[in-house]
């Protein structure tokens, strides 16, 4: 069964950077797509982008674009979320999660099997 575990979350000030990782243990994270949600304070968990098995991007949120990206690296079993130009409202808990094969065009999070344990991100001057 695949496990993950998000790391790399912190406090920032706005227009800093961090990276976030989605570790993978328990099954080789090929054959995933990885997406990242994110829940802001009182706010539902929304998605913010999807990379698939081949590596292509389903992008989710509209107001991260250009700041935000999504990698892979199968060899280490390891989904990437950098984030650039960070804003107060990029503050969350960031989860990533897993589907078989291919990102939805709707990302009901119900299709998300299993979900890392989240990670805070503060942007806060």
């Known amino acids: 069964q695949l496990t993950l575990v998000e790391s790399g979350g912190g406090s920032v000030q706005p227009g800093g950077s961090l990276r976030l990782s989605c570790a993978a243990s328990?099954?080789?994270?090929?054959?995933?797509?990885i997406g990242w949600f994110r829940q802001a304070p009182e706010k539902e968990r929304r998605a913010v982008l999807c990379i698939s098995t081949s590596g292509g991007i389903t992008n989710y949120a509209d107001s991260v674009k250009g700041r935000i990206t999504i990698s892979r690296d199968n060899a280490k079993n390891t989904v990437y979320l950098q984030m650039n130009s960070l804003k107060p409202d990029d503050t969350a808990i960031y989860y990533c999660?897993?589907?078989?094969?291919?990102?939805?065009?709707?990302?009901?999070?119900?299709?998300?099997?299993?979900w890392g344990q989240g990670a805070q991100v503060t942007v806060s001057s």
């Open positions: 328990g099954s080789s994270l090929g054959n995933y797509a």
């Open positions: 999660a897993s589907k078989p094969y291919y990102c939805p065009g709707s990302p009901y999070q119900s299709d998300f099997g299993s």
